[in-house]
């Protein structure tokens, strides 16, 4: 029998984080330790409230932790509601909420798991970074025992909020500094990959079919998602930013990757927040981030077919 991978997500749900939820809900190759969850595409109130319905919509039984809800050193959040909407997961309609988070706090609960832990956890964060960050500096013996990180986040190329810097490392950069510079093995699914995996009419239609509860949750999140990200973006299909993390865990051979150094850009200010990998090698410094730099699309369409049908009714 195939030991299954642990891993943590850390995440700010968000249409796609709750996609990204349901594809390692659905995984035999997975064992889902926990969620934490941070501020982001919503306020930590409604971030946290959004995990749970997914959870619930799906009959998830994983232990769902709220975190922190400010970035580490601004004062200011930064939420993306033009692409989220007022609840963070706006289009889908769910039933009344009847599961609470866990009392302990989520950088407490890393803490405590990542040190009983054998060194074989996989983080897996979707969102900003401060959760991680704050664990870290709070406890940094758990640095060494993290497995992986493989978090969605960056761009060696173009952002997405500024010309430079992409969401979630933005929303606080301080705390992507911390976690970038920490030494663990890091996987980085920016969006010059993620923006390759359009989530076109089509897709929804082809995983529509699938006819189960999980079909028509990704549906209608994806309805709603397209539509905020036309008139942003003016992209027919949205990005399926966050479920690129759990794919690549499922599928290795699903993303090419290329080690470089990477820090994050905190002193700048047209810059502030930019993920600067040095693709070419010029500092002679050693590579600390495995970048993604190209996605294999058709197997990953087929990876979230797979996700959802997995899931019996």
């Not at 930064?78 to 289009?91: Q, R, S, V, W």
């Not at 758990?142 to 990180?149: D, E, G, S």
């Not at 980085?188 to 089509?202: I, N």
Request: aromatic fraction near 8%; glycine fraction near 8%; proline fraction near 6%.
């Amino acid at each position: 029998m195939v030991k299954k991978q642990k891993i943590i997500i850390d995440c700010d749900p968000g249409h796609d984080d709750a996609i990204n939820i349901m594809l390692a809900g659905s995984s035999d190759k997975l064992d889902v330790l926990g969620i934490t969850v941070v501020a982001g595409n919503q306020t930590i109130e409604k971030t946290v409230k959004n995990a749970l319905r997914v959870c619930q919509y799906l009959d998830l039984s994983y232990p769902v932790y709220a975190g922190c809800p400010q970035p580490m050193i601004r004062a200011r959040q930064m939420i993306a509601d033009d692409i989220h909407g007022e609840t963070g997961l706006d289009g889908p309609v769910f039933p009344e909420l009847t599961r609470n988070a866990e009392d302990i706090h989520a950088v407490l609960f890393l803490i405590d798991t990542i040190m009983k832990s054998e060194g074989d956890i996989i983080i897996t964060p979707t969102g900003p970074l401060t959760n991680i960050a704050m664990a870290m500096r709070l406890e940094p013996k758990i640095v060494p025992k993290i497995k992986r990180i493989v978090l969605m986040g960056g761009s060696y190329q173009m952002g997405n909020v500024t010309p430079a810097a992409e969401f979630n490392i933005i929303a606080d950069a301080d705390a992507a500094h911390v976690v970038f510079s920490s030494g663990v093995p890091l996987t980085m699914c920016g969006l010059d990959v993620t923006r390759k995996v359009l989530c076109f009419p089509e897709i929804v239609d082809r995983m529509r079919k699938i006819g189960n509860k999980a079909a028509s949750l990704f549906a209608d999140l994806m309805t709603y998602f397209n539509k905020s990200q036309k008139e942003v973006f003016g992209w027919d299909g949205g990005p399926l930013h966050d479920p690129v993390t759990v794919a690549s865990i499922l599928e290795p051979e699903l993303l090419k990757i290329k080690p470089m150094y990477t820090e994050i850009d905190i002193r700048g200010l047209g810059s502030y927040g930019r993920t600067n990998c040095d693709y070419f090698g010029y500092s002679k410094r050693t590579p600390n981030v495995d970048v993604a730099i190209d996605i294999d699309v058709e197997k990953f369409w087929d990876t979230i077919g797979a996700g959802i049908k997995a899931y019996s009714a």
